[in-house]
């Protein structure tokens, strides 16, 4: 299955090694996808390539 708006994700690789966040957006010409997540209390959101990224097989929790 492919990864789509909403899902959560884990980051395989880099700085941002094993935080978890959810997806926002996507751009298939580019092949990234938006993430965003929790860093010292504030949501962070950042492009991301597709090679960095796996799904948790979770999905987004509503307001969250």
Known sequence: KAI???D???IISGP???LQGSIIG???RKQN???QFEMMGHEV???LPY???EPTG???EAGE
């Open 33 to 35: 996808y938006h993430v």
């Open 16 to 18: 941002l090694l094993d």
């Open 26 to 28: 996507f751009s298939k």
């Open 8 to 10: 959560r994700v884990k």
């Open 4 to 6: 789509e708006v909403n």
């Open 45 to 47: 959101d950042v492009w």
């Open 58 to 60: 979770e999905l987004r």
């Open 51 to 53: 090679e960095l990224i």
